[in-house]
């Protein structure tokens, strides 16, 4: 793993590192159940519920951390029920134990099955103790109705690792699953809990040491962004010279669009690229040439307001000196436009960022573009996403991991998942940006993230980790322009601009 990622486990993950506790290390599965659940207690002890604190607990050890909760929220002086929804009798080895060394105590069990219904209301909190990471599919009941019933309390929610009908390995949710106000994770987070729609259902993520030693085995392929990313690209230094520190072209623009194309220029320069040079259509190129002094443009024949085929020779001489480009911010969907792609994708031999009507120019065609020789980056938002794999953007964004790893390995190149949870997978590798910025959801700022990444290639960054610098700076751009205006929904896609430099230095501190 790289050194600039934090590990994210999947289920088969955690599995091992359980496992490798366990049975290599000689941790009892009791001892990691009991810090687990003591875990959980504290955390809720922290919202300081008025109320009866509720446990539902499903059968196996997810039910058993949450029956420690509750004994350890009973020895603090609360109200406390376990509400199991399987028989005793079912319940996995550890959980039956813990249940046993409930005696005593003062907690109120009982077996509800899928007769919750109602018996939640009035709760100070409630803890989700149903399904851990191994869980995946729809729930059914009774796990189904006790999810239901949950969502339903209107008291504060806290899930035991992961909420329940979260795929842990994924973030993806196939039926119901838990809203949970909280989630204590046990040793580390989860893929789930970063990757939407499973970031929704998270809430505030606390991350417990359970006592796992430490160098266990299986180092997760997963992992979130860090800021160390970003000290990889180079600085300037005496000796460097505008082409030196990296030559970005980029290919687009087309009439009502025009100004994709100049963000996404600029953007390149303010994240150091040395030389930018647009390819636009000439009847617009006076558009780029008065509002944009520090780009270079070539206007090229042959389309109108838009660009052509003839464009192909010119465009292809521009990207011949370039050490990295952007195709595709503001091309629009004209008939010749998307020839002109087909024509000049696999013909561009820098490495290549392909955002906007770039990457529907290939809907349904992933395989021409795996046709390229040079590393390539594709941005897509979901529903771009949707149209190069042939299917719905609702669809896309309840399997986003999955979606972007098909997309990845059919294109045979980067895929950069925007959202507020954004993706970049190879479709072997994995990164995901934990930083939110609300500011970003605006017109534009996929170009000006388009410019950003084109630039870090430029300046020499391998081509995964370009993209995670570039995801990254543009999350914290765009905090600290909200920092900046105010509030997040005045920023605009400039405003981002302007703050890269401060999204740039991995020892800026951002809001």
């Avoid at 486990?9 to 955690?14: I, L, P, Q, S, V």
């Avoid at 972007?404 to 995901?432: C, F, P, S, Y």
């Avoid at 970003?440 to 391998?462: I, K, M, N, P």
């Amino acid at each position: 793993m790289e050194p600039w990622l934090r590990p994210l486990y999947d289920a088969d993950g955690m599995r091992v590192v359980d496992r490798w506790a366990i049975e290599e290390q000689g941790v009892p599965s009791l001892e990691l159940m009991e810090a687990a659940g003591r875990a959980v207690a504290g955390a809720v002890g922290e919202l300081e519920p008025q109320g009866p604190v509720r446990v539902v607990c499903g059968k196996g050890n997810n039910g058993g951390d949450g029956l420690v909760a509750a004994r350890y929220l009973a020895e603090a002086g609360y109200e406390v029920e376990a509400l199991l929804l399987w028989p005793a009798a079912e319940l996995s080895g550890d959980a039956a134990a813990n249940l046993e060394r409930l005696d005593g105590t003062g907690v109120h069990v009982e077996h509800l099955g899928d007769e919750l219904g109602s018996r939640l209301d009035g709760s100070g909190a409630v803890v989700d103790a149903v399904f851990g990471t191994g869980f995946s599919g729809v729930p059914r009941d009774p796990a189904a109705a006790a999810l239901e019933a949950i969502n339903g309390c209107g008291a504060p929610v806290v899930a035991c690792d992961v909420a329940s009908g979260v795929d842990a390995s994924s973030g993806a949710v196939d039926g119901i699953a838990v809203a949970a106000d909280l989630t204590v994770s046990f040793h580390a987070a989860k893929l789930g809990h970063r990757v939407a729609p499973g970031k929704w259902h998270t809430g505030a993520l606390l991350v417990a040491p359970i006592g796992i030693p430490d160098g266990p085995p299986g180092e997760p392929v997963p992992g979130e962004i860090e800021p160390s990313v970003l000290a990889l690209a180079p600085p300037r230094g005496p000796h460097s010279t505008k082409f030196s520190s990296g030559q970005v072209a980029i290919a687009g623009g087309s009439r009502g669009l025009t100004g994709a194309v100049r963000m996404a220029s600029q953007a390149a320069i303010r994240a150091g690229a040395g030389y930018a040079t647009v390819v636009v259509p000439a009847d617009l190129e006076a558009i780029f040439e008065q509002g944009q002094p520090e780009v270079m443009s070539v206007g090229c024949p042959g389309g109108d307001g838009c660009l052509a085929p003839a464009a192909a020779k010119p465009l292809l001489r521009v990207f011949e000196r370039a050490s990295a480009g952007v195709f595709g911010p503001g091309l629009g969907r004209d008939p010749g436009s998307v020839t002109l792609a087909h024509e000049v994708i696999g013909a561009i031999e820098a490495p290549l960022v392909i955002d906007a009507d770039g990457l529907n120019a290939f809907a349904g065609r992933l395989d021409a573009i795996a046709a390229r020789s040079a590393a390539t980056i594709l941005t897509p938002h979901a529903g771009e996403l949707g149209r190069l794999l042939g299917r719905a953007s609702a669809e896309v964004d309840t399997q986003r991991l999955a979606a972007a790893r098909e997309a990845a390995e059919a294109a045979d190149a980067i895929v950069v998942l925007k959202g507020d949870d954004t993706i970049v997978t190879d479709g072997k590798r994995v990164a995901v940006n934990t930083l939110s910025a609300p500011a970003l959801a605006t017109a534009g700022s996929g170009d000006v993230l388009s410019g950003l990444v084109a630039a870090l290639l430029g300046r020499g960054l391998e081509p995964f980790a370009a993209a995670c610098a570039a995801v990254l700076a543009h999350a914290r751009a765009g905090r600290e322009a909200a920092a900046r205006i105010g509030a997040a929904e005045s920023v605009i896609a400039t405003d981002v601009i302007d703050a890269i430099p401060i999204g740039l230095r991995p020892d800026a501190p951002v809001e």
